[in-house]
């Protein structure tokens, strides 16, 4: 867009690539399939869910959770401080 606006390139450092494989192809289409041949609502309702909590858990960032221990003895605290990460 901005090289049609009349911005010049002049280097690129580097172009990430990845392969994309629909990995929870078979998951979501099952899941779809008895969604769709379900009975009750409850059913219908219990595979929407399923299909949410899949994709969910997949795309949440594990790296902002953090596990916290409050500890108030000194000698403990040191085993933790020394125990590598």
Known sequence: MYTQLGMKVQKINRVPAFDQKPYLHRTFYSTWKNRKQARSNFEKDLYKLLSNAVY???????RLHM???????PNVAKCYIWRAT
């Open 67 to 73: 596990h916290i221990k409050l500890i108030s003895d």
């Open 56 to 62: 969910g858990k997949t795309i949440k960032q594990l």
